[in-house]
């Protein structure tokens, strides 16, 4: 009996061990896409507290915001955040990322 698996298609890499949201989509590794509350965070409190435990995706939760209110559009394509970054609503802003 032939218990070989059917053929599938190539299954896109997992960022193990990427830190950054420009490297993560450079090279089209899996993202959960979590940019549809970006619009949201000037709006909100004044300071946001991320404190998650190690390898809890802290580096790359603050790297991808970076990269949104730096205005770069082309990581942002097929992203919750595509429509609102490409409407006039949006505008970059100065970003200082301290890690
Ligand atoms: N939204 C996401 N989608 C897919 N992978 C993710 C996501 N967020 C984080 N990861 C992956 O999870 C792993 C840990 O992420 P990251 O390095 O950002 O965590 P960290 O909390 O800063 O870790 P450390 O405590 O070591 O500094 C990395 O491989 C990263 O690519
Ligand atoms: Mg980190």
């Not at 830190?19 to 949201?40: M, S, W």
Request: charged share 25%.
């Amino acid at each position: 009996m032939d218990h070989k698996p059917p053929d599938s298609p190539e299954l896109p890499e997992l960022p193990a061990g990427i830190q950054t949201f420009e490297e993560v989509r450079d090279r089209q590794a899996v993202y959960a896409d979590k940019t549809k509350y970006f619009p949201l965070l000037p709006k909100g409190r004044k300071v946001v507290f991320c404190a998650r435990p190690r390898r809890f995706g802290k580096s790359l939760t603050v790297s991808a915001p970076d990269a949104f209110f730096s205005g770069r559009q082309e990581l942002f394509q097929g992203l919750a955040a595509e429509e609102f970054m490409n409407s006039p609503k949006f505008t970059p802003k100065p970003v200082i990322l301290w890690t």
